[in-house]
């Protein structure tokens, strides 16, 4: 595979983690592809890097600009960085300063256009037809899917006989280089996709049988929060994938508790959500014996914690205690 | 060695990480020995099957008593439950409701003694006693240093040309077994151990020749804040260890965002220490090919980032959002 020669030399191969400790609530042979852990905190890296590595090298010298505010931006901003190309990201608004500062941190030029994704979009899309940029869509492209097809190249690399596979789905393009990996060399493998009930713009496209907006989203889980999918995407879909399972918010805050307690990984909502749909019971893989659950993505707004214990911090540093010595034996 | 016969069935060989990213702030050759990710969040789970796998039967029987407020008690409640030994874990009453769940979740009794964790100790070493039960120190043991001297060979396994490792230093268990293990193999290494500025037990012990005991101890590092070494510790240290590096609790913090940032790890303050001492120009690595720094424990109070996605969690769920179909090009 092409994307896989390409991409490798800048990518992790990130580790499947197996069912860890003492719960029950999870099938024995359930194995976590901790995707999380990949450079920039998710999978969009991979789709990053092999878009950038196989772009017209003329267009790439006056450089790349994408719409996100979320792993989009980040993948982009840091293989734009680590291949010197010029990246400007377009982010709306309301952005987390947080992301803004670590997209800042990699040299990216951050611009703040409108009050939601599609105002950023548009503005994106302009630029890069003004000034003849390199655009790249969040999921659309099948150079985008390549890239996150390589999760499912290590999958079978570490686990040849995986025969059912949870992806988390946003605009869909994670599950749609996946399963076309996987089903490639594992025709009977079940894929299930998993959406927030919030946001169900892939599994309302499938049943109704066409694509939707949806008019609002509501959910946690802003990067699974697209009000479309792509006509490839879903095509896609309704092709290899065998259910989709819908998750609710406090399902997928549940399933990011139950992946620090029991792996010590903190993950943002969308890489809780294949976990949320098995403790919550809306998909059964137990019939299955090797089930692998991809964590998409690990970017949770940590700051509380960070903020916690700064507001904790000794102030009057630096301290030396009083202390008494302890004559020996 | 014995201990690493006995425990690597239990326990996990946690990654070397490689520095990740863009940033020029750390050493290039540095690695990140990520303990953090072990079974129950930190190295104590080393120690603890040691403890349990090479105790008397018949003892064991009876049970297990430690007293922690931390990651100890995490880490022999894990292996109590693991090889079915009941254990009871006797904290102060200021320990954090988190921990508590978490240690009941895994089957041990809980007891809320005293104020502060030499009341808890107190009462642990009284109920061995009288119940004859098995009591295991957090630092104090040969036992238990020779299960965490286990971080080191798998160091050593990973990266045999090692020859520079900084290890925190709360009651000196770790660095002791580690620094015993690596310097039999690599006689030359440099060892750097890295305290809180506010718990300079060790340093202070070393300094003025013989233990001390803090009369009082102020840092956000509670895992690294014993008052007082031991004696076979502090004699380890002595002799095995190159310097001992003081880092503030600011630092720490920064070190913990720093570590989110950058390899989407989240440790505790203890866990960011070495870390916090290169980033703080504490300590200066630069002159070593293959340095390693040990992020000991990932157990950090993540409670507010679940707290607030619960709080944005729509509580109007099942959600079905109104959508519009798209008709087809």
């Known amino acids: 595979m092409e994307a896989e020669k390409r991409i490798r030399p800048y990518i992790r191969h990130t580790p499947l983690a197996p069912k860890p400790n003492l719960t029950d609530r999870l099938p024995e042979a359930l194995q976590l592809k901790l995707e999380n852990l990949q450079i920039t905190g998710s999978f969009k890296v991979r789709g990053a890097f092999n878009n ?17 505010g979320g792993n989009h931006g980040l993948a982009i901003a840091y293989a734009a960085a680590k291949l010197k190309v010029p990246a400007t990201v377009i982010l709306p608004q309301n952005a987390s300063e947080d992301r803004i500062k670590r997209i800042e941190s990699w040299g990216a030029a951050v611009l703040r256009v409108g009050q939601n994704p599609s105002d950023a979009i548009l503005a994106a899309e302009e630029m890069a037809t003004t000034k003849e940029l390199l655009y790249i869509h969040p999921f659309e492209s099948e150079t985008t899917w390549a890239g996150a097809g390589t999760v499912g190249l290590e999958i079978l690399n570490d686990l040849p006989e995986v025969d059912c596979a949870l ?23 079940r894929i299930i996709g998993v959406e927030p009930c919030g946001a169900p713009k892939m599994s309302a496209a499938i049943s109704g049988g066409g694509l939707v907006e949806l008019l609002d989203v509501k959910t946690i889980a802003d990067t699974l929060a697209p009000r479309v999918a792509s006509q490839s995407t879903l ?10 399972a819908l998750v609710s918010d406090e399902m997928m805050v549940e399933a990011m508790r139950f992946l620090w307690r029991e792996y010590n990984q903190l993950a943002e909502p969308a890489g809780s959500a294949v976990l949320a749909a098995l403790l919550g019971g809306i998909v059964d ?17 940590a700051q509380p914690v960070f903020e916690a214990y700064a507001g904790g911090a000794n102030a009057l540093e630096p301290y030396t205690p009083a202390l008494k010595r302890i004559s020996r034996g």
Do not use: F
């Not at 095509?235 to 989709?244: A, K, M, P, W």
């Not at 893989?285 to 707004?301: E, F, H, M, T």
């Open 52 to 68: 950038l590595l196989s772009a017209d090298p003329e267009k790439i010298k006056r450089g790349v600009v994408v719409a996100s």
């Open 167 to 189: 992806i988390a789905i946003g605009g869909g393009g994670l599950i749609s280089g996946v399963a076309t990996v996987l089903r490639e060399h594992r025709p009977d493998i």
């Open 235 to 244: 095509d896609t879909c309704s092709r290899l994938v065998s259910e989709i």
């Open 285 to 301: 893989v137990s019939a299955y014996k090797n089930p692998v659950a991809i964590i998409c993505g690990g970017n949770a707004a």
